[in-house]
């Protein structure tokens, strides 16, 4: 398996192992010292053992559903479908994977909804 | 060139072209019937024609660099650092890139800080 194929393989996992809440396969994926950053809250999560805590005490029945995953050599990039009840937001997640194919950083943006600023109504259309 | 490498090399264009008001230059980079959205506002703008005009007309003084771009086959993502006057804030972008190289379709996410939800304190730091 080339470096691409697996940084994908991974992110796939990552989703699909958290979503299964089998800790075991997804803590198989991530390096010892992975490094978990969420620049919007400016929180920052060192290693395995927090990173893995920090998941299995998540609050609420959440579910992830991968939209995408775009892999590149040791890059890649997900985007999940995350739903709460009947809540949902969209999460723009970027993996770094080490040489071991394992993933050692990860940077978690959860976009929130806004109100469009006015003066732009004449190109776009609403949904 | 291989389709990963023409879409990674879409997508820097995409954003150099835009950082130097190369109008021409981005406009070539996008298919006819290009499609950009916005979720968090819910907005979709349809056809190069409108969204080159909704670039041209962006207000402020902004400026783009790439943090990282990722590209796979026809997909990509490019996560990126944009600023406007000392104001600072990162977006992530996902493209489709078409048969001919073109770019076809962007979702753009622009997220916004927020405060982090308490009860996670003994396993983050904060920078």
């Known amino acids: 398996m080339d470096e ?6 991974a ?7 958290a979503e299964q809440r089998d800790w075991e396969r997804f803590g198989a994926l ?3 010292d992975v490094v978990y950053e969420m620049p919007q809250t400016r929180e920052r999560i060192r290693g395995k053992s927090a990173f893995l805590q920090f998941n299995m005490e998540y609050p609420g029945d959440w579910h992830l559903r991968v939209r ?5 050599g040791r890059h890649a990039a997900a985007w999940i479908d995350a739903r709460v009840g ?4 969209d ?10 194919g394992l993933i050692s950083r990860i940077v978690d943006y959860w976009p929130e909804p806004y109100d469009p600023p006015s003066g ?3 190109l776009v259309e609403r949904w």
Chains 1, 2 share one sequence.
């Not at 009947?86 to 937001?89: A, I, P, R, S, V």
Request: proline share 0%.
């Open 68 to 72: 995408r995953v775009v892999a590149d």
């Open 120 to 122: 732009r109504e004449h």
């Open 86 to 89: 009947t809540g949902h937001q």
């Open 30 to 32: 991530l390096a010892e």
């Open 11 to 17: 992110v796939h996992a990552y989703v699909d192992s």
């Open 91 to 100: 999460a723009c997640v970027w993996f770094e994977i080490s040489d071991q």
């Open 4 to 9: 691409t194929s697996q940084s994908r393989h």
